[in-house]
C-alpha cells in the first residue's frame, strides 16, 4: 500500500483549472521528485495533499485512510511533514524556539496543565528542548540557536525550515523547493542530508525541486506537472529525456528556438509516435509548443533503433540544444548525440549529459524566459523554472 | 520580562538559554535583592497603607489585569481590540447583578462574570476567525459601543439608571483588604500569562499571529487557539471588570464607555506590548491612581499650574496631553514602549548582565518591534 495514494486530484479557482485529474503515489521509503515549469501547479497539489486546499474532485489517501478533507494540522499531527516556498516559519522567535514550536502537536500536555504549570508541564519542556537541539545537531545548525529567525540567509532558512519538519515527527516529507537559495555545493550537501535523513528516520518524501542535479541524484521516481495535468511520470533519468517534459520546460516561450524550427507534418507524426512510445503520457498534443516537435523527430529516430539507448542519448540534445538555442548548433550538435550513443557504451552517454549541458545553457536561455532566473547552476529543462 | 526571566534563570538553570557563564556577582545579587525588597514594600506595605490610596492603588490592579487580558489580544494574536471596555462591563454587570439581585455568594459572582465574558469573547473570537485587522477592530469597536446602548442600558440591570450596587463582602469592606486580594488575583493572572507564554499554548500563538499557514504545519489548530485567546482575554477581563464593581460598589453604564477602551489600547501599547512588566506599568500609569493621581499631588499640581500657558484651568488636560505624546514617541521611537526601555534594567533584575544593547535570548512573547498589526 503506498504510503500517499493521490487520485484524480483537481481544483479550480474562478476560471483556472489548477490541476485536473493529478494521480501520484508515493511508496514506503521513495523519494518522488514533482517538478514542472512554473504555474504548472505543484505548490497547489502540495497544498492539496497537505490539507491547505480543499480539492473539487479527487482523492488523497494516506497508508490506505482517506484524508481528503482533513485539516492541515490534524494532517500535520498524523505524520504529513512539510516545508513552503517561501519559508514557513515564526520569523520573530529563534530557531530553537521554532523548532519547538515544530513539535507542537506531539505535545503530551494540555493547555490547560500548561497554564497551571504541572510538573509534567516542565519535563516535557525540556525535552522538547533537547530534541530541538538534536535537530540543530543534526543539521550543523547549533551555532544559530538562539538566533532570530528573520535575520538568517535564505539558504540557512531553507535547512533550519526542514529542521522544523523534521521536528513535526514526519511520516512523509513533502519539501517545496528545499534547495532554493542554496549554491550548488550547498545543494549537493542537501542531497546527500536528504538521503541520510531517509536512512535515520525512515522517512518517505514528495519534493518539489528544481534543481536537477539534486532531483537525479535523490529521486526515485518522478512526476511532470505542466498547466495542471501530469504530463508524464518515470525515473528522473528517463524523465530528463522525455521530450515531452523537455517541451514543457523550454516551452513555446524561447524565441529563437521558436524561430529556427520548422513544423512540418512529419514532424508531428513522428513527434506523436515518440510520445506513444514513451511509458506515460498525459499530456494532450496540441499543447505541446513547438520545441517539442523540434527535438522529438530526433529521438524518435533513435528510438526507432533501441528504446532505452534513445533515452541515454537524448540528454545530450535536449542539453545543446537548449545550451546554443541556435538553429545551426542544435541540428548539429543532435545527430552527433545519436551517434556517439551508437558507439559509446551507454552508461557513458547518461552520465556527460547533465555535466555537458551544466556548463552551457544558464546564460541564455534563462535571461530570455524566466528573468527571475536564480540558480545559475540549473540545467537543460530546469533553466525556465523559476522560483 | 523581570518575571520571566527570573525564572528562567532560576529554574532552565543549565539549558543553553543559560549556556552564557554569565553570574551576577555577590554584590550584584544583593543589590537585586535590595531594589526586589525595596519594590515589595512600597506595593505591599506603603501603598495600602492609607485607605484612600489603597483604593486608587486597586483601580491600578484591576487596570493592570485588564492590561494583561488585552495584550492576549493585540500582543499574542495580533489583533486589535477596541471593545475591551464591553467585556470589562459585562463582567461588572454580571458580577453586581448576581450578587445583588440574585444573591449568589462572592467568589460565585466573579466566576459568574468571568463566565459570561468568556461567552461574550468566545462569541468575538468566532467572528475573528473570519476577520482580521482592521475590519476586526472595527467589529470590536462596533461590540464596545452596542454593549454600551443595549445590556447596559437594561433597567433589570442598571437598577433603572442609578447603577446596580455591587457590595463587598464584609472581609474585603477595608479597602487595604481590597487591594491585597486584587494584587493576589494579579499575581495568579500573572502566572498564568507567563506559563502562557513558556508553554506550547504561547508558541501556537505566537505562530498563528505570524503566519496561520505556517502554524498549521506545525500540527497548530489554529481555529481553537484563536478561540482559546480571546477567551482567556475575555474572562480575565470579566475577573478584572467584577472586581472594577466591587470597587466602587455601585456600576453604571456610563462607567464604560469608549474613552475607557482607548485608555486600555494606550496603555497597552505605551507599556509595551507582549511584556507583562511593560503593560502592568503602562496600566498603573494609565489608570486613576498613575498620571491623574500625579497632578493631584499638591507640589506637583502647584508647580505645573504655575507653568505659563497651562494655569489652573487647564491641568486637567495634563494627563491626556501626556498620554498622547506618550503614544506618538512609543509609535515612532520605540514600537517596544516602556518596557523596550527598561529592558536594560528588567533584564538585569532578572540576573542577566547589564547591558544597554538587550540581549537575544527573549522569550517567545517578546516581540522586537511588533505592534498590533491592524
Partial sequence: MPVLEVRDLSIRFGGLQALEGVNIDVNEWEIVGLIGPNGAGKTTAFNCITGFYKPNTGSVRYRGQDVTRMPPHRKAAMGFGRTFQNVGMVKSATALENLKTAQHAKIGYDVMSGLAGASATWREEKELEDKANAILDLLDLSSIRSTKVGGLSYGTLKLLELGCALATDPDILLLDEPSSGMGPDESDELGERLLVLRKEFGLTMLLIEHHVPLVLRVCDHVYVLNFGRLLAEGQPSVIQTHPEVVAAYLGGEAPEALAQTQVTDEDAALDEATSDALEHDAADAPARRTPARKTSPRKAAAKASTKSAAKSAAPKATAAKSAAPKATAAKSAAPKATAAKATAPKPAASEGTPAAAKKAPAKRAPRKVAPADETASMQAGADEETA | ?374
Avoid: C
Avoid at chain 2, 483588604?177 to 494584587?183: A, E, K, N, S, T
Avoid at chain 2, 503602562?282 to 493621581?293: C, H, I, K, T
Fill in chain 2, 1 to 374: 520580562m523581570a518575571v520571566t526571566q527570573a525564572a528562567a534563570v532560576g529554574v532552565d538553570a543549565g539549558t543553553p538559554e543559560a549556556a552564557r557563564p554569565f553570574r551576577p556577582s555577590l554584590p550584584g545579587l544583593v543589590l537585586r535583592g535590595l531594589i526586589f525588597a525595596g519594590l515589595a514594600y512600597v506595593v505591599l506595605a506603603v501603598l495600602p497603607a492609607n485607605a484612600d490610596r489603597a483604593g486608587k492603588a486597586s483601580d491600578a490592579v484591576v487596570f493592570a489585569m485588564v492590561g494583561i487580558s488585552l495584550n492576549i489580544i493585540i500582543g499574542y494574536t495580533g489583533q486589535l481590540s477596541l471593545g475591551h471596555q464591553g467585556f470589562v462591563g459585562a463582567g461588572a454587570f454580571a458580577a453586581a447583578y448576581s450578587s445583588t439581585k440574585q444573591g449568589a455568594p462572592f467568589f460565585l459572582a466573579l466566576l459568574i462574570a468571568m463566565a459570561v465574558t468568556g461567552i461574550f469573547a468566545l462569541l468575538l473570537g468566532l467572528v475573528a476567525l473570519r476577520i482580521t485587522g482592521l475590519y476586526l477592530a472595527l467589529i470590536t469597536l462596533v461590540f464596545g459601543l452596542t454593549l454600551e446602548v443595549s445590556l447596559f442600558e437594561v433597567q433589570e440591570f442598571t437598577n433603572g439608571g442609578q447603577g446596580q450596587p455591587a457590595l463587598r463582602p464584609d472581609w474585603l469592606i477595608e479597602n487595604s483588604r481590597f487591594y491585597y486580594f486584587g494584587l493576589a488575583l494579579l499575581t495568579v493572572i500573572v502566572y498564568v500569562d507567563w506559563r502562557l507564554t513558556r508553554t506550547k499554548t504561547g508558541r501556537a500563538l505566537l505562530a498563528l499571529r505570524e503566519n496561520e499557514r505556517v502554524a498549521a504545519a506545525f500540527g497548530i489548530n489554529v481555529t481553537a487557539y484563536k478561540l482559546l485567546a480571546f477567551v482567556m482575554s475575555g474572562v480575565i477581563a470579566g475577573l478584572a471588570g467584577a472586581l472594577f464593581g466591587y470597587r466602587f460598589e455601585n456600576v453604571t453604564g456610563a462607567d464604560f464607555d469608549f474613552f475607557l477602551a482607548l485608555t486600555y489600547v494606550l496603555m497597552v501599547v505605551v507599556g509595551g506590548l507582549n511584556s507583562r512588566v511593560g503593560v502592568i506599568l503602562g496600566a498603573v500609569l494609565f489608570s486613576p491612581f498613575g498620571l491623574d493621581n500625579l497632578f493631584e499631588i499638591d507640589s506637583v499640581h502647584d508647580f505645573v499650574a504655575g507653568i505659563p500657558g497651562i494655569g489652573e484651568g487647564r491641568i486637567q488636560f495634563m494627563p491626556r496631553m501626556i498620554g498622547a505624546f506618550l503614544l506618538i514617541q512609543t509609535v515612532v521611537l520605540n514600537p517596544g514602549g516602556i518596557a523596550q526601555q527598561l529592558r536594560p534594567l528588567t533584564s538585569w533584575l532578572g540576573g542577566k548582565k547589564f547591558s544597554l544593547h538587550g540581549d537575544k535570548d527573549s522569550g517567545p512573547g517578546v516581540v522586537e518591534g511588533s505592534s498590533a498589526r491592524a
